[in-house]
């Protein structure tokens, strides 16, 4: 659209600089300038497809990791709300262990003071029998079978006094029997209550289980997402790759003026800066440099081995791929045929790419280049054109 805007100006200055009679001359030069002007339109159909399909999986894996960020937030929430349940629960175990074991010991006392209660009925029972049967003695004929009157009386209080003691032992462990029943019911009513809410705590630590288990899915699944389309990626970037080596349309060399000088492709002055592939700019801490390109690209090194070789660098000349038709809009000389000191361009791929000629021998050139391998680095390449 530029081109057609500066042609039509141009072809206006012509017509009015040339009279009438010569309108032939600017419709010849109006159609030479167009033919020349619709040669930098040789980008791949397909170029724009690339970019919109890495454009749209870094939208996905940007939507992914957004997901996976809640998820691990909400994961977080899952593990916390877990581990405070299996607190209580362990808390409540402990609980439900101490009183189980008091429930055993009362068990046994209360067993114990039954045991005593046979054995303390068995003994009033004997000595309620024999009181029985000396019950049926006259009180003369115990008096006299006695030594005297003293141990008369000493029989009878300690008859009267075994039978107190008996009766106040019955009644000391059936009270006891009483109050360990009591203490037994009491931990086990306790005992219910705890299991029950520790079976309740459970089945919550349980589906908080279940969330945490689901969620751990979901971010396996958008991480295993986020890693197709990374591959997707790398797939689409391995295409440009390739088509640094392989142009689709050959290539084009741009003759900068001047006389061209010697340089060492070593001095590159950003071979340490930053580098990144992502679409969009530099983004990556790459640049840009002093030219307007990304840091380490391969127009970046082009555009610095113009200047290193003593001309004017190309400046704001957008991705290899825009070179040609940036070249044709500042009158550079576009050709088909390298010189040493030419940038030439492959307009292949969504970038492109762009190499400075060192050397031409026959039907073949040698280039020294950046970002060849899409690595940011230099490297030395000798193609045929």
Same mark, same amino acid.
């Given at each position: 659209m530029i081109i057609t805007v500066m042609l039509k100006q141009k072809l206006k200055k012509l017509q009015i600089r040339i009279k009438q009679p010569a309108a032939v001359v600017g419709v010849l030069?109006? +159609?030479?300038?167009?033919? +020349?002007?619709?040669?930098?339109?040789?980008?791949?159909?397909?170029?724009?497809? #690339?970019?919109?399909? #890495? %454009?749209?999986?870094?939208?996905? @894996?940007?939507?992914?990791?957004?997901?996976?960020?809640?998820?691990?937030?909400?994961?977080t929430s899952y593990q916390n709300a877990i581990a405070q349940l299996q607190a209580q629960i362990n808390e409540l175990q402990g609980k #439900?262990?101490? @009183?189980?074991?008091?429930? %055993?010991r009362l068990q046994s006392e209360i067993q114990a003071a039954e045991a005593e209660l046979t054995k303390q009925k068995a003994v009033l029972g004997t000595n309620i029998k024999t009181m029985y049967l000396e019950g049926k003695i006259s009180t003369l004929e115990m008096l006299a079978s006695s030594k005297d009157l003293s141990e008369f009386v000493d029989k009878q209080q300690y008859r009267n006094s075994v039978q107190s003691k008996i009766r106040t032992t019955l009644d000391k462990i059936t009270q006891l029997k009483f109050e360990l029943t009591a203490k037994k019911e009491s931990v086990e009513k306790l005992l219910k209550e705890q299991q029950g809410q520790r079976d309740q705590l459970a089945g919550s630590r349980a589906e908080q289980a279940n969330l945490l288990s689901y969620n751990e899915g979901q971010q396996a699944e958008f991480n295993q997402k986020t890693k197709n389309n990374q591959a997707k990626i790398a797939d689409l970037i391995a295409s440009q790759r390739r088509a640094n080596f392989s142009p689709d349309g050959g290539y084009y060399f741009l003759r900068f003026p001047g006389q061209v000088q010697a340089f060492? *492709?070593?001095?590159?002055?950003?071979? @340490?800066?930053?580098?990144?592939?992502?679409?969009?700019?530099?983004?990556?801490?790459?640049?840009?440099?002093?030219?307007?390109?990304?840091?380490?690209?391969? +127009?970046?090194?082009?555009?610095?081995? +113009?200047?290193?070789?003593?001309?004017?660098? *190309?400046?704001?000349?957008?991705n290899a791929r825009d070179w040609v038709a940036a070249a044709y809009s500042r009158g550079v000389t576009v050709t088909r045929t390298p010189e040493p000191g030419d940038v030439a361009i492959s307009t292949s791929g969504y970038w492109g790419h762009a190499m400075y000629v060192e050397s031409v021998s026959?039907?073949?050139?040698?280039?020294?280049e950046y970002n060849a391998y899409l690595t940011g680095t230099l490297s030395y390449q000798t193609r045929s054109y």
């Open positions: 030069v109006l +159609v030479a300038l167009l033919g +020349v002007g619709s040669v930098p339109q040789l980008r791949p159909a397909k170029a724009a497809t #690339i970019q919109e399909q #890495i %454009n749209e999986l870094e939208r996905q @894996n940007a939507e992914n990791r957004r997901q996976v960020a809640g998820l691990r937030e909400q994961a #439900i262990d101490a @009183n189980t074991a008091e429930q %055993n060492d *492709p070593n001095a590159y002055p950003y071979a @340490n800066s930053g580098f990144g592939m992502s679409p969009g700019g530099c983004v990556d801490n790459d640049g840009p440099d002093a030219w307007g390109y990304c840091t380490r690209q391969c +127009v970046s090194y082009a555009a610095w081995a +113009v200047l290193a070789s003593g001309r004017t660098p *190309p400046m704001y000349y957008g026959g039907s073949t050139f040698t280039t020294s």
